[in-house]
């Protein structure tokens, strides 16, 4: 009986024992889903590379990354977030790539309190700040933001009358509604407005009747490689005015795929597309250099991709942020945790990361400025600043 009583007591602190280094080894999770394939693979595939450069430990405590391909598909999507939540147990998600799937991710990472990052650029996602979108954020700079930066260009151009042809999804509708807003302010007008599905293999109807409408100039709403469509059939028909891109376009494999047919286009973009080239004076180039070399180190010269750094950019805000959660006491992994780390990404102050200056707060949850943006246009099949526009 003596010996049962001891054995039990033994039995019993091994369990203690074992249960120490468990509580000891408590780690964040940090779920993604990304578009790694799918029409937004070429945003996808470099945001899924820059997983790997993200730090292994913040705040003293180790970081584990569960990454998800959505393959462009809201449904998946939503499916990927959900598994991130419920099985996973992350304590925040960062994704997805596009902004129809993250519009739909955004409901879910509310419902179970989990604060998410989107690497989608609307503004839709994250304004205005209050229900479901109290645990959104983002990294790429809002259409607002952009399409401002473009009809200013456009002024200095003498752009008067503007063509527009976009995704017919959240994305083009975002920036159609904001360019009318933006040239207005300069007195351009949009004088049609066309519309193409992200899978599309052709666009000739549209841009039949865009050059039937004579405009100044032409802007192409869409991201990722599906924007050289229409680029290709408004050069192949002739058009001789201006062509413009929002920065869902600002991607090598754009040009890859455009060939000669970009040359001259010119994009709003964030200052990682042409770092090199700031002067040293911009606030964001020694950051934005930080992780070309980092990507550029472990994947090959020339191989950066700038929809990359909306991830690396995403990794920065949580590097910041964990620390300051854990600082309350909750422990990863729980609600509460889920809670402080939300509250922390809301209060980031002046975050230099690679496309711009985060400045978060309870009515932004963009956070980017003009810092956050230049003019850049192809010239030569090269990515060129522009300064002056």
């Not at 099985?87 to 409901?107: E, F, Q, Y």
């Not at 259409?143 to 401002?148: E, P, T, V």
């Amino acid at each position: 009986m003596q010996l049962n009583r001891v054995f039990r007591r033994t039995l019993v602190a091994a369990a203690l024992l074992a249960a120490v280094p468990l509580a000891a080894s408590a780690q964040v999770k940090v779920g993604i889903s990304v578009s790694a394939t799918g029409p937004a693979a070429s945003l996808g595939i470099p945001e899924q590379n820059t997983v790997a450069l993200l730090p292994k430990k913040i705040g003293g405590e180790t970081v584990q990354y569960i990454v998800l391909d959505d393959a462009t598909d809201t449904t998946q999507a939503v499916k990927n977030i959900r598994k991130l939540t419920a099985d996973d147990h992350v304590d925040v998600v960062l994704g997805s790539s596009v902004t129809p799937a993250s519009l739909a991710m955004v409901d879910v990472a509310a419902e179970t309190g989990t604060p998410m990052i989107s690497l989608a650029a609307s503004a839709k996602i994250v304004e205005p700040v209050d229900g479901p979108r109290k645990w959104a954020f983002k990294t790429p700079q809002n259409d607002a933001l952009m399409a401002h930066a473009l009809a200013d260009a456009m002024a200095k151009q003498h752009i008067k009358t503007l063509g527009f042809i976009g995704f017919s999804d959240a994305y083009g509708d975002s920036w159609l509604q904001e360019m009318k807003a933006a040239g207005a302010s300069k007195g351009i007008k949009i004088v049609t407005a066309e519309r193409f599905a992200r899978p599309d293999t052709s666009v000739t109807g549209q841009v039949l009747k865009l050059l039937a409408a004579h405009p100044d100039g032409i802007l192409i709403a869409a991201s990722g490689t599906p924007a050289a469509l229409p680029q290709r059939e408004l050069v192949q028909r002739g058009y001789k005015g201006q062509i413009y891109q929002t920065h869902g376009a600002a991607n090598e494999d754009v040009l890859r795929v455009c060939g000669k047919a970009c040359n001259g286009m010119i994009l709003p973009a964030g200052p990682l597309l042409v770092a090199s080239q700031l002067p040293d004076s911009n606030p964001v180039k020694k950051t934005a250099l930080t992780y070309v070399h980092a990507y550029e180190a472990k994947y090959g010269a020339g191989s950066l991709n700038t929809f990359g750094g909306h991830m690396w950019d995403a990794g920065q805000l949580i590097n910041a942020a964990i620390p300051v959660a854990l600082k309350t006491g909750a422990k990863p992994g729980t609600p509460e945790f889920r809670s402080a780390l939300r509250t922390a990404l809301e209060n980031v102050k002046e975050l230099s990361a690679s496309q711009g200056v985060f400045n978060m707060s309870p009515t932004d949850h963009a956070g980017l400025d003009k810092r956050g943006r230049v003019i850049v246009k192809v010239v030569n099949g090269k990515w060129v600043y522009q300064p002056d526009l």
